[in-house]
C-alpha cells in the first residue's frame, strides 16, 4: 500500500509500555490523528527506516517524525539518532528525544546529532503535547522532497 508521501507518520520506539500508552494518549489529546508506528527496540525500528537493503532508501519521500527512548534493551537512542540523522535519506526526519535521562552532557550530545526536541520523562504532558502540535505544523508547512525515481 503506497502511503502519500506528504501524510507524517509517527514512528514512537519506546520499549515501556506504559509510557507508549501514555505518549500515544497524549498525542491524541493533542489533536494529532497521524498514524502512529510503535518499535519496542532499536533494530525493528531501523529496519523500518532504513529498509530491507539498508541503505535507508526506502524512506527517501516519506514523512516520519521520530520519538526516541534513549534507553532501550538492544542499544542505546544515542547510535539510532547517530545513524538516523547521518543517512542522506532519514536526515531531515524530525527527532524528539524522550528519556528519563536529564545528565546534561546527554541532551548535548543529543543536540549536537542533530535532535529537534528533547524532553525528559515523567514530562509535563501539556509541553509534550503542545511540542508535538508544533512539530506537526512544521510538518504541514514543509516540502516533503520527491523520491527521485
Known amino acids: 500500500m503506497k502511503r502519500d508521501p506528504q501524510t507524517v507518520c509517527i514512528v514512537m520506539i519506546e520499549d515501556d509500555e506504559g509510557h507508549a ?5 497524549n498525542i491524541r ?3 494529532v490523528t497521524n498514524e502512529i508506528l510503535p518499535f519496542t527496540d532499536g533494530t525493528s525500528a531501523l529496519a523500518h527506516l532504513f529498509g530491507p537493503d539498508g541503505t535507508g532508501e526506502a ?5 516520519f517524525l521520530i520519538l526516541l527512548d534513549l534507553n532501550l534493551p538492544d542499544m542505546t537512542g544515542v547510535d539510532i539518532l547517530a545513524r538516523v540523522k547521518t543517512n542522506p535519506y532519514t536526515k531531515r526526519f524530525p527527532v524528539v528525544v524522550l528519556t528519563t535521562t536529564d545528565d546534561r552532557q546527554e541532551i ?7 535532535a529537534n526536541v528533547y524532553i525528559t520523562k515523567p514530562v509535563n504532558y501539556e509541553s509534550f ?3 508535538i502540535r508544533q512539530l506537526g505544523l512544521f510538518f504541514s508547512v514543509i516540502q516533503i522532497p520527491e523520491a527521485e525515481g
Do not use: M, P, T, W
Open 21 to 25: 500508552r501514555l505518549i500515544e494518549k
Open 29 to 31: 489529546r493533542a489533536g
Open 59 to 63: 524512506s527517501a519521500g516519506r514523512a
Open 108 to 114: 548535548q550530545r543529543c543536540y549536537d546529532l542533530g
Open 129 to 131: 503535547a503542545n511540542a
